[in-house]
């Protein structure tokens, strides 16, 4: 079955889907005690859920409000996604018994990777499941009765059975708990629809309460206050009073939500921004409370439902993450810690965020490819794409730190791959000189992290203008880099997938905007995730952007209750263009296209090593790093380094300081003109930008720099591509080194 087929049959990922619960509840008679408890539960939980719906239209914002930092807009949005994957989805014929599929059973062995249905993905099915659980995958006309754990089967087999039976006390407790939580919930609402009621109709003055100067703000008030500016920002010409303009309210809500969630005025008002202050509100809540705890199955070493049983018998309680993943098992409790079991020891599963499983279902990189992971450590995707693939062909796991290098190699051991190699290069400027031709490539990107801050609240206040100058700057070089490692006339693939955990647009559409201008020769398509997500935007504060940004997807998590990601995926069409070329990038484009004729003829010499080398390069053909500043413009009439100079200057005036005296001052035993730029006058602000912006890029990556002057780890052993024998190696290949003396040849 094809991978978009599959996604519109089972649709999107519910992220705590209590239909399950109830399902498995409703069945287990061996325990008759935890089954009435289930179907009490869920009968409250129904009851709950239709009044809320109820005071949901009546109004929203009453929903909003509590007494404490309860994540109430995030249980509501939760909610609301679970209500929605309840709506039926548009199947096909063959949909009926797809739906009633085992979600461990149907999985097992198998990877997403064979179900995307444009890529070839059918090839997957094709192959024989070498576990002992023989049934074959995503095949339409497999003929294996695929039995279900939580499905509305009523014919458990009897490992099901005990698997539903030492399960089932679990989930029962777990969901007394949230039971529990939706009480206290609806009282407190119950409460404040009550204070509600008192302020309805008037136009509160939110401005009036100024808490007391110098002293710690009343967290409760300031909530209230929030919540208050909020629905009078939804009806303004109503609430509001007189003087005050929309500016005043949302400067105000702005200033409160720095100040009861603790982020700094820039963040804040970025992250604002991208929704309506509603959502907003619900997007600083969902941050305020952990997302799910989910595991992947290692299909190299083990199926889910072996998995499953293992840790469940060890006294977790966990069930599938959703339709949408085969592999992913969300965690509920667990007596044991995670990262210490015989299991995980054993490399049987990884401890990975469900969104981060996306972006290499997106890639779904096939069974023999040459794949690129540019920013692999610490390889949760890197080591998923090795199992999609079944340890053969060969994928390139590069990082630029060192530290997080070695974390990967670790976890490319422990969970047995063998088809891996990993590099330790700045991938901007490696590739694709050193290695490129590449079937796929995927780019999950250095980011800011404004999609995780759940897992890590510095983000608040740590992530300035500056960081949003300096960060999308690195994402479009290596996205172009990424673009120009992939072989175009791959015959199975000619794919990036780019994606970071930031929601952020400076970080998303417009690093993809920028690439879709810089290289013609590649275009947006599906990433063939289905309905899951939100489509990317195609417009954003009177900027446009292409009108396939919305094949785009972002994932956020006050919406799908997941880390806030987002993925593109991109097609190389052709070759890399150079409009005027240098000698360097002449040569190189004419290797290039030695490269596609010799792939014909297939009588590549050593130095016509089949890697597309194209150098990045700009509009004018001139060769571009990061080094050299000679980046094409950030948006359309300015550039990073104008940008980079520009926040430069803000932060400082941020501190007090004046830029000019600052940024003009002579350096210590320097002269002003003993740089790059020592053929102009020292005053020249050119050459000021030009330093400035090559401070910013060195602080950019100061971490990254130090180890790329290194040398990349030395091959162990080389690897047969051609051959297509697998052996783990941790450096160059043979045809890479060749790849790097014909580089140097065209250089010179
Ligand atoms: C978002 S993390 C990657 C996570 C990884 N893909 C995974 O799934 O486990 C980004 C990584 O990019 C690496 N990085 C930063 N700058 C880089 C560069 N110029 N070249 C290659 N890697 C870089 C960082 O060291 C970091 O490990």
Request: with cysteine; hydrophobic share 30%.
């Given at each position: 079955?094809?991978k ?6 089972q649709?999107?990922p519910?992220?705590l889907d ?5 399902i ?18 869920k ?13 949901t239209?009546?109004d929203?914002?009453k ?15 939760k ?6 994957k309840k709506k ?18 149907d999985?097992d ?21 070498d576990?002992d ?21 009523e ?7 005990r ?7 679990g ?17 407190q609402?119950l ?9 309805a109709?008037?136009?509160p ?7 007391p100067?110098g ?16 629905r ?5 010409k ?12 949302i400067?105000l ?23 309506t202050p ?10 305020e409370t952990?997302?799910?705890v989910v595991i992947?199955?290692n ?5 889910r439902?072996?998995l ?11 069930e599938p ?27 049987h ?25 540019m920013?692999a450590?610490?390889?949760?995707k ?7 693939m ?6 390139i796991?590069n ?5 997080r ?6 976890n ?15 991938a901007r400027?490696?590739f694709p ?6 079937d796929?490539?995927?780019l999950?990107a ?21 960081d ?7 994402q479009?070089?290596?996205?172009l880099?990424?673009?120009d ?28 905007q920028?690439?879709?201008?810089k ?7 599906d ?5 899951f ?27 799908e ?8 995926k ?7 263009p ?5 000698d360097?990038?002449?040569?190189a ?29 700009d ?42 005296g ?10 002003n ?35 790329t002057?290194?040398k ?10 051609s051959k297509g ?10 045809s ?6 014909s580089s140097?040849?065209t250089?010179?």
């Open positions: 079955m094809g978009g087929r599959r996604m519109k049959k649709g999107p519910a992220p209590e239909s399950k619960i109830t498995l509840k409703k069945r287990k008679t061996a325990d008759a005690e935890a089954a009435s408890k289930a179907v009490a539960a009968k409250r939980r129904r009851s709950d859920a239709d009044e809320e719906d109820v005071v239209k009546k929203t914002l929903k909003s409000k509590t007494n404490g930092k309860s994540a109430i807009p995030v249980v509501k949005e909610e609301k996604v679970v209500k929605e039926p989805v548009p199947m096909d014929s063959d949909s009926e018994d797809e739906e009633m599929a085992d979600e461990f059973e999985l062995n198998i990877s997403e990777g064979s179900m995307d249905s444009q890529e070839g993905l059918e090839r997957l099915s094709d192959l024989e499941d576990s659980d023989a049934s074959v995958l995503d095949s339409d006309d497999d003929g294996h009765p695929r039995e279900a754990m939580f499905s509305d089967d014919d458990l087999s009897d490992a099901e059975e698997l539903t039976a030492a399960n089932i006390e989930l029962s407790r777990k969901l007394d708990l949230q039971r529990q939580a939706e009480e206290e919930e609806a009282e609402e409460q404040e629809a009550a204070m509600q009621t008192n302020i109709g008037d136009r003055d939110v401005f009036a309460d100024d808490q100067a002293l710690a703000p009343d967290l409760q008030l300031l909530r209230q206050r929030i919540t208050d500016t909020i009078i920002l939804g009806d303004l109503t609430l509001g009073q007189p003087d005050k303009s929309r500016t005043d309210y400067d809500l702005l200033n409160d939500i720095c100040t009861y969630y603790g982020y700094n005025r820039y963040l804040a008002e970025k992250l604002f921004n991208l929704f509603m959502e907003a509100f619900a997007f600083f809540e969902a941050n952990p997302r799910p992947r199955t299909t190299l070493r083990t199926n439902r072996s499953a049983q293992a840790l469940i018998n060890r006294g977790v309680v966990l993450v959703g339709k949408w993943s085969k592999v992913g098992l969300q965690v509920f409790e667990s007596p044991v810690p995670l990262g210490a079991t015989p299991e995980y020891l054993a490399g599963y990884i401890l990975q965020a469900a969104s981060s499983f996306l972006p290499v279902m997106a890639l779904a990189p096939q069974p023999g490819e040459r794949v690129l992971d920013a450590a610490p390889g949760g890197t080591t998923y794409m090795s199992a999609l079944r340890n053969t062909g060969c994928v796991a990082d630029a730190s060192k530290p290098a070695k974390g990967l190699i670790g490319i051991h422990r969970l047995g791959c063998k088809n891996t190699i990993v590099t330790n290069m700045d400027t490696a000189k050193a290695m490129g031709g590449f796929r490539v995927l999950d250095p980011c800011t992290g404004t999609g995780v801050i759940s897992k890590d609240a510095g983000v608040k206040t740590s992530k300035d203008e500056n949003f100058m300096r960060i999308p700057h690195m479009r070089q290596l996205l880099a990424a673009i490692s992939v072989d175009h006339s791959s015959k199975t693939g000619g794919y990036v997938v780019y994606s970071t955990c930031s929601v952020t647009v400076e970080e998303n559409e417009a690093v993809v920028y690439i879709l201008r290289r013609p020769n590649v275009k947006i398509v990433t063939g995730l289905g309905d997500g939100s489509p990317g935007f195609i417009s954003y504060m009177g900027k446009k952007f292409d009108a396939k940004m919305a094949l785009t997807r972002r994932y956020f998590p006050h919406r209750n997941v880390d806030g990601f987002y993925v593109c991109l097609k190389k069409t052709g070759p890399t150079v409009a005027k070329p240098t360097e990038t002449a040569s484009t004419d290797k290039s296209r030695r490269r596609s004729s010799s792939k014909a003829s297939s009588t590549d010499d050593a130095d016509d090593e089949v890697y597309d080398k194209t150098p990045i390069v509009e004018n053909g001139v060769s571009v790093d990061f080094e050299g500043g000679a980046f094409g413009p950030f948006e359309d009439g300015e550039d990073d380094a104008e940008r980079i100079a520009r926040s430069e200057r803000n932060r400082l005036r941020r501190k007090g300081l004046n830029p000019k600052v940024l003009n001052k002579p350096k210590k035993g320097k002269d003109a003993s740089t790059e730029t020592a053929t102009e006058p020292a005053s020249s602000k050119v050459g000021e930008d030009e330093k400035k912006e090559k401070k910013q890029a060195k602080e950019a990556v100061k971490e990254t720099e130090k180890e002057k290194k990349p780890e030395t091959a162990k052993k080389s690897l047969n591509q024998e697998k052996k783990t190696v941790t450096g160059a290949t043979k890479e080194k060749k790849a790097k003396s140097k040849k250089s010179k």
